[in-house]
């Protein structure tokens, strides 16, 4: 009788025992296959990361051999004494917020237009599209010599047709010039994005809504708008994701110029570090774009989790 | 307008065939507006190709020439000067990190969706979060690493370097088309007893393929026409289109035909394949949330 007992726990004992090393081995089969892609992320990502933090503390520049010195958080007092830092910072947030926004809402408009059935349609979509497949670093040729030269563009042309004086763009206005050829790459990505939610929207209450007589306006506003909803925010994150980047336009539209009008913070971290040789300030830049990167996401990305409801 | 179209006593009868349900005359209007507007946005590539078909003269000139005899004196020039290797080393780029990243991201939106690991919300947070981290904090670090390690202007290093920067994005990307997998369907093969790679190669590879094709062509348009990693990592050897275009712009002054005509080049094998697969396109970007 009690050996059968015994027997009986021991085996549900053992049966635990198995199910714990089961379950262990479970986990592993599940993570397994992530493992690859998190670990080369770490190593390529956030490894570099940690040498920034490092050499943010030192005072390096290639120029002076002699430097190469521990000096706290020296670099990082620099900064808020520079009234450049502040500005590439201003910059950056214009370029960002603008162009997301003028991308969006043209999106909107030419994804409206794209909703419709007419002649031609894939035609018009295919010629909208095609900005977001253009090189940046050809489109910035395209957009500050042939579009905004001063004296042959043909920007200043057609403003001419209307009796508006020449103007050079990139040196007068290099913001907006530079705006320009940013809401053309990204008006595309914000359309397409737009187009997918409009299409994704069922056509009965659209019908229902026409059929008791709400214009095309209410029907935009209270039906249609709120469904694009996770579109628009999802186009709005990636592209603020992106054009906060952006270097390849300012590099070639205006060399950050004049002075440093129209530098945004990853060309002024750039010409301290590639052209100034000035390592440690750069890497101290960078630390604090990336901190202030983090609190923006963590609020973006609490938006995104939102519509996007992610299931754990 | 609409009040119009509803109280004229049908005078459009005739043409009800090609008018549609919401009216015709407001319609054709928008048509003409949609028209103007599409090829006035995108008047600056006509342009482009216009101008790359020029001589030199007549690309720079005041007023603007539009009518002339089109040469290919241009494009031969570009070929000259050499575009060919930088073109060579931007396909190797592109088409093996592409490659990288959907061997990487497969199982690893896999593990994140159909057979979650514990704390999926984290992990995607910390593969998007990495995406936000702005590439100018790393460049030092990675461009000194790379010196020591002694792989500056290298392809190689590019290529590391394209697969992390599209990783997330495929991870993402594909994780939402593993969802729209019906879970009855891998029920089915589990009782069959199929295991993990027959299970992705059988089954959900075929179902996910049009996900896979529209993951491929965002990582593609982003690794071509990438061009901060290729400028400051590269010099010679490695260097990928972009600084090709860059390095005609500022070596021998500004020839703009000839500018125009390496930048029509650059961009058309990107240009070509988004155009190709528009559905894909949408389908990448929205995430999978259109069919």
Redesign the interface.
């Known amino acids: 009788m009690s050996t059968l007992v015994e027997k009986q726990q021991l085996k549900r004992h053992e049966q635990d025992r198995a199910r714990a090393k089961g379950a262990k081995a479970e986990?592993w089969?599940?993570?397994?296959?992530?493992l690859?892609?998190?670990i080369?992320?770490i190593i390529?990502?956030?490894l570099?990361?940690l040498?920034?933090l490092w050499?943010s503390l030192q005072n390096w520049n290639l120029l002076r051999p002699d430097g190469d010195a521990f000096v706290g958080l020296s670099n990082y007092i620099d900064i808020f004494a520079d009234s450049t830092f502040r500005q590439a910072a201003l910059n950056s947030i214009i370029f960002t917020l603008g162009c997301v926004f003028a991308a969006m809402v043209l999106g909107i408009v030419?994804a409206l237009?794209?909703d419709?059935?007419?002649?031609?349609r894939g035609l018009?979509?295919?010629?909208?599209?095609?900005?977001?497949?253009?090189?940046?670093?050809?489109?910035a040729?395209?957009?500050s010599?042939?579009?905004l030269?001063p004296?042959?563009g043909?920007f200043n042309?057609i403003l001419g047709l209307f009796g508006i004086p020449a103007v050079d763009w990139t040196s007068s206005f290099p913001v907006i010039s530079i705006l320009m050829a940013l809401v053309?790459q990204w008006?595309p990505?914000m359309m397409?994005?737009v187009?997918?939610?409009l299409?994704?929207q069922p056509k009965d209450v659209l019908e229902a809504a026409q059929m008791d007589g709400a214009g095309?306006w209410k029907t935009f506003v209270s039906i249609t708008l709120p469904q694009l909803r996770?579109?628009i925010e999802?186009g709005v994150l990636?592209g603020a994701?992106y054009v906060?980047?952006t270097?390849?336009q300012i590099?070639?539209m205006t060399a950050g110029g004049p002075g440093t009008a129209s530098a945004n913070?990853?060309f002024y971290?750039?010409q301290r570090?590639?052209l100034g040789f000035d390592?440690g300030q750069?890497?101290a830049m960078?630390?604090i774009?990336?901190i202030a990167?983090?609190i923006i996401?963590t609020f973006a990305?609490r938006l995104i989790?939102r519509s996007?409801d992610?299931?754990? | 307008m609409a009040i119009d179209t509803a109280t004229a006593p049908a005078p459009a009868a005739g043409r009800s065939e090609k008018a549609p349900k919401r009216g015709g005359r407001p319609s054709s209007l928008l048509t003409v507006l949609t028209w103007i507007l599409a090829i006035g946005f995108f008047s600056p590539v006509i342009w482009m190709v216009m101008t790359s078909f020029k001589q030199e003269s007549a690309a720079a000139s005041n007023p603007p020439t539009f009518f002339f005899e089109p040469t290919l004196d241009q494009y031969r020039a570009v070929l000259e000067a050499g575009a060919g290797s930088y073109f060579l080393n931007s396909l190797i780029a592109t088409g093996v990190s592409t490659l990288l990243v959907i061997v990487l991201a497969v199982p690893a939106s896999y593990a994140l969706s159909i057979r979650p690991v514990k704390k999926t919300q984290d992990v995607l947070f910390f593969f998007i979060s990495t995406k936000m981290l702005p590439v100018v904090a790393v460049i030092m670090p990675i461009y000194v690493i790379a010196g020591q390690l002694k792989v500056l202007d290298n392809i190689w290093t590019l290529v590391v370097l394209y697969t992390a920067m599209n990783l997330p994005i495929a991870i993402w990307m594909m994780r939402s088309f593993f969802e729209e997998v019906p879970g009855e369907v891998l029920e089915a093969a589990q009782m069959d007893g199929a295991g993990l790679l027959k299970t992705l190669r059988t089954i959900l590879m075929p179902m996910v393929a049009p996900g896979l094709a529209a993951t491929a062509l965002i990582c593609v348009i982003f690794a071509w026409n990438e061009f901060f990693f290729a400028l400051n990592l590269t010099a010679a050897k490695a260097a990928t289109t972009p600084v090709f275009l860059v390095s005609q712009m500022t070596s021998e002054g500004l020839f703009l035909a000839k500018l125009s005509a390496a930048s029509v080049l650059a961009s058309l094998p990107v240009v070509l394949a988004g155009w190709i697969a528009q559905k894909q396109l949408v389908r990448g970007l929205s995430m999978g949330a259109v069919k």
């Open positions: 986990g089969r599940r993570r397994g296959p992530l690859p892609a998190l080369f992320t390529v990502t956030q570099p990361f040498f920034t050499y030419f237009l794209l419709r059935n007419f002649k031609g018009v979509r295919t010629l909208l599209i095609t900005p977001f497949l253009i090189m940046p670093v050809a489109s040729v395209l957009w010599v042939s579009m030269n004296s042959y043909l042309w053309w008006t990505f397409l994005l187009l997918a939610g299409q994704a095309w996770r579109y999802l990636l994701i906060v980047n270097f390849d590099y070639l913070l990853p971290i750039y570090a590639f390592i750069a890497a960078g630390v774009v990336v990167t983090i996401a990305l989790f996007f992610v299931k754990d």
